[in-house]
């Protein structure tokens, strides 16, 4: 089937940025993003561009380019699934909150939701495309409920997991590592798969396109995203031990990364990861595992979260400890508030848990951060449920310069990693402070002779 029409549900951090550079490099597919929450759509639509809800570098460009020649942003759910040949399902599937495997499953609600929807209104034939991650053989669940409730169209149920990571979403999607489409084996299948793989043509070389059966491409998603994570807890873990032993955890990083069997990218011990995905991710695997009995595999994988756990809690203590034991009134400055640069998502941010337990310890927070809206950084807080919002308010206050941030505190915690943070003027930000003046960098992006010269008590993650 030659694709012209293309539906997305879900206008969310995959949905917009996957979709407008399908449309940037289709031109002649017509593609229109829905979602229920009218605010997100109102905002994609807004005029000024820089107002899209969603900001990774180089987008708003490509959202101006294609905006009303053949992307679209809607709320009529039902018109464009009517429309499209090909649907994307690309909403949210978080960790479940109640009920059988809560806290560890993916919570499906809202992907069965798009199923049944894509069946009421189908009139003719559909290829349906899992966009989101979804726990191995979820498209026998899509595809049974749209073949028993549909209205005898034919569906063909592809899987086309999303490997982006946000603050690199635009060049991830133009210059892809490959593109991954499972399909059913059947004549038909093969021809789905062909109608996706013909989209992608459009700019990612052949070569870069792997097909494979379902149930691989959904289990490599998690796959992906549990061993990326792994490398994050097993350098973490070696942070723990350099600290203790004198070793620097940035030279062995970069002692091993040189061996080509390993290389050198996602070596960067930190605070811990956050996101929306790794922890989720790797908890649905450990659930998977587990309800097929498997508890020495769910318990490997498991490891990962329990250490990235430990390193958030590990950051924070380590402030209360160095600050003489006591951070109860004394004035902590954050910098940063995403979970990581160049994005506006603090999603599992781990300054969200650093913030809590420090809150705990009575201390005031100052938080800046070059893209995360005040109201945001409160609202994190509160759904962690620790405290009333009242008493947030109190402790933590989000200001709009890191000079105010840092004016008069008694340490300072970065733990996000944006670039204009190394071009600070460090001297003032020194002669603002009480005294010893603490740096807690668990991000490992300042340099340690220059900020020692200035006078600051530095500590980094790892060494
Ligand atoms: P998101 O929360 O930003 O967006 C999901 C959107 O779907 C929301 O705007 C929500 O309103 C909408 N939605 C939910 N149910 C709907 C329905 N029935 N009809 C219409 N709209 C509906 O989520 P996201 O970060 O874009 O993630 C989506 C999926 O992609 C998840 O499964 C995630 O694991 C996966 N993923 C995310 C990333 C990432 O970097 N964020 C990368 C790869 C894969
Ligand atoms: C991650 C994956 O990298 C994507 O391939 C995947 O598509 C996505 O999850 C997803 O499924 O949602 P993302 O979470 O956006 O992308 O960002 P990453 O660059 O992976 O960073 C995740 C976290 O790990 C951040 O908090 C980051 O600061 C941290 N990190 C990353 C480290 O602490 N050290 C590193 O070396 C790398």
């Known amino acids: 089937m030659k694709i012209t029409k293309i539906c997305c549900i879900g206008a969310g951090y995959v949905g917009g940025p996957t979709m407008a550079i399908i449309a940037q490099k289709c031109p002649h597919i017509q593609v229109t993003v829905v979602d229920l929450n009218e605010n997100r759509i109102a905002a994609w639509n807004d005029k000024n561009v820089e ?13 101006a380019e294609a905006r009303g020649r053949n992307l679209f942003f809607s709320t009529d759910v039902d018109a464009a699934i009517d429309e499209a040949q090909l649907i ?47 726990p191995v053989r979820t498209a026998e669940a899509i595809k049974s409920i749209l073949d028993n409730t549909g209205n005898g169209v034919q569906f063909q149920i ?15 999607l133009l210059f892809p590592d490959r593109i991954l489409i499972g399909g059913d084996t059947s004549v038909e299948g093969q021809d789905a798969i062909q109608s996706l793989v013909d989209v992608y043509a459009n700019w990612v070389s052949e070569d870069k396109i792997l097909t494979t059966n379902v149930w691989s491409s959904e289990l490599s998603k998690l796959t992906a995203n549990a061993f ?31 061996d080509s069997r390993i290389g050198p990218k996602f070596l960067k011990s930190s605070v811990g990861f956050g996101g929306s995905c790794f922890q989720k991710d790797i908890l649905n695997l450990v659930y998977i595992a587990k309800s097929y009995g498997l508890n020495e595999v769910a318990d490997y994988w498991e490891q990962v979260i329990i250490m990235n756990d430990h390193q958030k809690r590990r950051f924070s203590s380590k402030i209360v400890q160095t600050l003489y034991n006591t951070v109860a009134d004394k004035k902590i400055a954050f910098l940063g508030w995403a979970f990581k640069k160049d994005t506006n998502d603090t999603r599992e941010s781990a300054a969200i848990y650093v913030a809590d337990d420090l809150i705990n310890e009575q201390a005031n927070i100052a938080v800046f951060d070059p893209k995360v809206e005040a109201d945001k950084v409160l609202t994190d807080l509160n759904y962690l449920d620790t405290r009333t919002a009242d008493k947030n308010k109190e402790k933590l206050t989000v200001v709009p310069s890191p000079y105010e941030a840092c004016a008069n505190a008694h340490a300072i915690a970065v733990l996000t990693e944006w670039d204009e943070f190394v071009t600070y003027d460090w001297i003032r930000i020194y002669n603002s402070m009480q005294k010893p003046a603490f740096v807690f960098d668990g991000r ?10 200035i006078g600051f008590v530095y500590q980094s993650v790892g060494s």
């Open 158 to 172: 592809l899987s086309n997991p999303e490997f982006l990571a946000e603050g690199t979403a635009v060049t991830d």
């Open 51 to 63: 107002k899209i809800p969603i900001y990774e570098p180089g987008l708003s460009d490509i959202v």
């Open 444 to 453: 490992n992006v300042l340099n340690r002779a220059e900020m020692e010269k």
């Open 88 to 134: 994307f399902i690309s909403v949210n599937t978080p960790t479940k909150t109640f009920g059988k495997g809560k806290g560890m499953a993916a919570d499906l609600k809202y992907i069965e939701l798009c199923a049944r929807q894509i069946a009421k209104v189908a009139k003719d034939n559909k290829i349906v495309v899992e966009k989101s991650t979804l």
């Open 228 to 258: 990326l994570a792994q490398r994050i807890s097993s350098i973490n873990a070696m942070s723990e031990l350099c600290e203790k032993t004198g070793a620097d955890v940035n030279e062995v990083a970069r002692a091993i990364g040189m």
